[in-house]
Each structure stands twice: as C-alpha cells, then as structure tokens.
C-alpha cells in the first residue's frame, strides 16, 4: 500500500518548478473571476482528475451513464483525444473512432443510445450539445482542468497506486497541477482498490478532509466475461488452464489485467503497445506471428475494451484470427457500501437541477 508522507524534496520541487507557477497563476485568475467561464444551464458533471495516467475515467464515465441512461436524455462530452478531426463532432452509426477518438468511440458502441461528441472547447460543446440534442444532463469526461466550464458537479478520481499527496507538479512528476486542486472537488473517488485495508482507507478520508469537504469513495475495477469483438461465435470459451492467451495491449497499465487472466487459470503471453496506440499493418502481422507462436489448440487473444476499437477499424487482419479476438471488458464496484450513497449523490444533482432548468 501506497505511503502517507510526502518527501520533502518533492514539495521543494513544486516550489521551484515553473510549470507548477504558471498552473497555480491561471487557477487564481479562475477563482477570482478574471477570466470567462461558461455556466451550462443543464446539469454538467464533470469525471477528471489532477495527475496524468489512467485512473479508470472512461470505466467511471460509463458507470455514470448506465446510471442515468433510463432516466434522463444524457450525453457524454469529451475532447476526442487522439482523434484526426477537429472542432465539434457528433457520433453517429457512420462515425470511425478516427472520428472522435477511441474512449469516446468505445462509450458509443457500448451505449448507441446514448448522445456522444467530442470538443476540443467545451463550452462550444456543450451550446452544440444543447442545440442538436437538447440533452437533460451532461457527462464532461477529463474535464477537470477545463475551467472555462463550469461544471455543476466535479468528480475527481485518484489512483489509490498513485496517490496524489505523494507525487508533485509535471515534469518531476505526475501532477497537472499543484494538489491544492483537490479543493475544487465535490465528490472524490479513489480508484483500483484491490485489497486496500480500511486503516488506510479511513486515513485516506482524514486527509482528504484537510483539503476539501467531499464525500471520499472507494471502488476498483471488476472484470467481466470475455466476448469477441467481431461478433463471431456463438458463445465467449472458458479460460482455464492449458488456455494460451496472447495479451494485447495500448494502456498505461496491463498489470492488472495480466494477473486477472492468470487468476483464470491462463498462461499469459503479454504483447505491449504505447497507450493510445494505432495498429499498423506490421503490428498486425506481429500479433499473429506471436499468437502462431503459442503453445496447444487452446488459444486466445484478448486485448482491451479500448484497444478493441482500433483493432475493428483493421481490414487486413485475417478472418481466422477474428475468430479468437476477444475483449475483456472491465467495470466499477464500489466499496465499503459505497454504490448506494454515490449512486444518491449523483441522482438528487441531476433530479433538482433538471427540475431548477
């Protein structure tokens, strides 16, 4: 388990760095009105944090949207990281994941109901929003530093394998910003809590209490069944022992998944990519050269959610090999009977202020 004391050298480095001026600098002009912000007239949640790496956003995200979904008219802005286009774009059943980016594109395929576009200015996105589809509730995905928006509610995650007061300001560390950002914060999640004991979550709500009054949760990441990604099949096979899975990955952190698939009894072959990677022709045939490799009938490839929507996108992988491509989808749990206060939290905001509207 992470420490509690932060290094005296680290908090000299946020002093001295010049990256952590200029980000302090612009949160003042924020706080004191000296620059414009826009105020949405729908509720407008907000999913981010203050360190770079993954800390479950897009999980959390599509937790919030199968909250609401049955419900209210919702939508899911982001900036479409990664993506060819530019400006404001609204999915639709043609839209390519080149289109808006591959975390946006993967909440879309999950979710076909549900509004989805991605703008780089999100006060833009949000009037658009309003205009084509005149949502009730707006899901702001990484928007925690876009403070020309003003969320009505700002969920920060933070990595429980990262915590935040242990880390400093960008590049010495992983921090977008000091942590005093944590102030901004109405509820906190602490994300990847596998075997986290409850002294230290207990700790963990005491500190947090020094920087801001939001509700402190815990939840971590449960993985689901495997399904074929190109819809082949008739079913998902078990993985059990004696199954070779070739791990095929472009996240921050494969760890975990890596050890859920040994968990299942599988030996584990595991292929990393750079996170937000786009396959090329040669990692095609890299993947199945190294999937050709593997030992015994009983073979597998397994890759990410995420990364599954670029492989889709792929005309040159073989019809054969479609057959044995499967995602492991991940999902949030809440713990220490945490689901159901949340789940209140975020309910009573979108019922009060979709009624204010």
Not at 154 to 172: A, G, S, T
Not at 210 to 228: D, L
Not at 287 to 311: H, Y
């Amino acid at each position: 388990m992470a420490g509690k004391k932060r290094s005296f050298a680290k908090a000299i480095l946020d002093i001295i760095n010049p990256y952590a001026w200029v980000t302090g600098i612009r949160n003042i002009a924020f706080d004191a009105g000296m620059m414009d912000i826009y105020t949405p007239t729908v509720p407008t949640i907000c999913i981010g944090n203050i360190s770079v790496g993954g800390t479950g956003k897009t999980p959390h995200t599509e937790y919030l949207v199968k909250l609401l979904k049955t419900r209210y008219r919702i939508a899911v802005l982001s900036r479409g990281y990664g993506r060819s286009s530019r400006g404001y774009r609204l999915a639709s059943p043609s839209t390519t994941m080149a289109d808006i980016g591959d975390e946006p594109f993967q909440v879309k395929m999950k979710f076909p109901a549900t509004t989805v576009a991605v703008c780089e200015k999100r006060a833009e996105g949000i009037k658009r929003l309003m205009e084509d589809k005149d949502p009730q509730a707006i899901l702001l995905d990484d928007a925690y530093q876009h403070r020309y928006v003003k969320a009505g509610l700002n969920i920060l995650l933070i990595d429980i394998n990262h915590p935040v007061w242990l880390d400093c300001v960008l590049p010495f560390g992983r921090l977008r910003e000091s942590i005093a950002g944590i102030k901004r914060a109405d509820v906190i999640i602490i994300t990847k809590c596998n075997g986290v004991q409850n002294d230290y979550m207990e700790w963990c709500r005491s500190y947090l209490g020094t920087k801001c009054g939001a509700p402190v949760f815990f939840s971590r990441m449960r993985y689901g069944n495997i399904y074929n990604i190109f819809g082949n099949g008739a079913g998902a096979p078990e993985i059990g022992d004696g199954t070779g899975v070739l791990l095929v990955t472009g996240i921050a952190k494969p760890g975990p998944m890596k050890e859920e698939l040994e968990k299942r009894g599988a030996t584990v072959t595991l292929m990393r990519f750079a996170d937000h990677h786009n396959f090329s022709h040669g990692d095609i045939n890299g993947i199945v050269t190294a999937f050709s490799a593997l030992k015994g009938s009983d073979r597998l490839i397994v890759t990410t959610e995420k990364d599954a929507t670029r492989l889709l996108m792929r005309d040159d992988i073989p019809e054969e090999l479609k057959k044995r491509i499967f995602a492991l989808p991940i999902e949030v749990e809440f713990l220490d009977n945490g689901e159901r206060m949340f789940n209140q939290i975020i309910e009573n905001y979108v019922t009060e202020n979709s009624r204010n509207c």
